[in-house]
T-cell receptor, first 115, second 114 residues
């Protein structure tokens, strides 16, 4: 069991659907992240939030829309996705910036299949 | 640009034998290096990190890693492998461009044979 909880663990959606992934961290951290893990590829950073403010958007298509209402919760809203968006989406958190030696802790991930 | 390389996609080791999972890095500044493990259908779990100080870093589950600046390596080791160590292992290095991010390797699948 980790301090970062993601729901749902598995999601199948059509290309015209709208769905959301939810993440909650119980570690008292102030930074939250979305990463994408695809087969045969390194993990890719999507978004970073520090104290609810988005600090990184790694050229992610607008069909992915993040929301961070507070330091403990992070959402990824999905709409009009493509089959190639099928992947494991990992939420993570850290106490602060990695430049200060902080560690990123990951959730269990949400498996997304776009049909 | 910074990056890490994991030269082996797959490592097999017999139970009870020592194991090594290799990682080399390319960084123009001070590297902060991390190891994570991913069990099937799970997220990434933090094992250990090197920030500064002693080159030998000890982490969770009996793992350790040695930072070698001259060889730009950060290999993960364990003296005696367990079947339960079978998993996917990722090396990562911090992003030095100012983004709060880690760059990950492509992963090494470790199989411990009973």
């Amino acid at each position: 069991e980790t301090g970062v909880t993601q729901t749902p663990r598995h999601l199948v959606m059509g290309m015209t659907n709208k769905k959301s992934l939810k993440c909650e961290q119980h570690l008292g951290h102030n930074a939250m992240y979305w990463y994408k893990q695809s087969a045969k590829k390194p993990l890719e950073l999507m978004f970073v939030y520090n104290f609810k403010e988005q600090t990184e958007n790694n050229s992610v298509p607008s069909r992915f829309s993040p929301e961070c209402p507070n330091s403990s919760h992070l959402f990824l809203h999905l709409h009009t996705l493509q089959p190639e968006d099928s992947a494991l989406y990992l939420c993570a958190s850290s106490q602060g910036d990695i430049d200060y030696g902080n560690t990123i802790y990951f959730g269990e991930g949400s498996w997304l299949t776009v049909v | 640009a910074q990056s890490v390389a994991q030269p082996e996609d797959q490592v097999n080791v017999a139970e009870g034998n020592p194991l090594t999972v290799k990682c080399t890095y390319s960084v123009s500044g001070n590297p902060y290096l991390f190891w994570y493990v991913q069990y099937p259908n799970r997220g990434l779990q933090f094992l250990l990190k090197y920030i500064t100080g002693d080159n030998l870093v000890k982490g969770s589950y009996g793992f350790e890693a040695e930072f070698n600046k001259s060889q730009t390596s950060f290999h993960l080791k364990k003296p005696s492998a367990l079947v339960s160590d079978s998993a996917l292992y990722f090396c990562a290095v911090r992003d030095l461009t100012g983004a709060n991010n880690l760059f990950f390797g492509t992963g090494t699948r470790l199989t411990v044979i009973p």
